[in-house]
């Protein structure tokens, strides 16, 4: 298994926003590592989400990119359960275990 960071956000979201351009930028300092990188849209309106992805394409540079999917989606399935805060962030190791969650924006220690 990977370890893996896997981030709830909206695409509306300034501080999920803020959120993400860290995240990229750890994403291709780290992308040899032995690690997956997933965003979760939390968007109720499937438009909104294709509108988001739409603004990533021309606004990010493809090695910044990584995957991200809508949680509304048909067949879609997780086992996080309500999330409550805009990002909330989850850290899940080699063997699928949650060993770190952050309701709302990182902070600079969780980088260490």
């Excluded at 956000?9 to 992308?31: H, I, K, P, Q, W």
């Excluded at 909104?48 to 949680?71: E, S």
């Excluded at 060993?99 to 709302?104: C, L, M, N, P, S």
């Amino acid at each position: 298994g990977k370890k893996e960071l896997v981030s709830f956000f909206t695409s509306g979201c300034n501080l999920c926003a803020r959120d993400f351009r860290l995240m990229r930028e750890f994403y291709v300092g780290n992308a040899k590592r032995n690690f997956v990188q997933l965003g979760i849209s939390l968007d109720q309106n499937r438009q909104d989400f294709d509108t988001y992805q739409q603004l990533v394409k021309l606004a990010v540079p493809a090695d910044q990119r990584f995957p991200v999917y809508w949680r509304n989606a048909p067949g879609h399935k997780d086992n996080f359960g309500v999330i409550q805060s805009q990002p909330t962030h989850f850290v899940i190791n080699t063997k699928g275990q949650i060993v770190w969650k952050r309701e709302g924006s990182f902070q600079p220690e969780d980088w260490d």
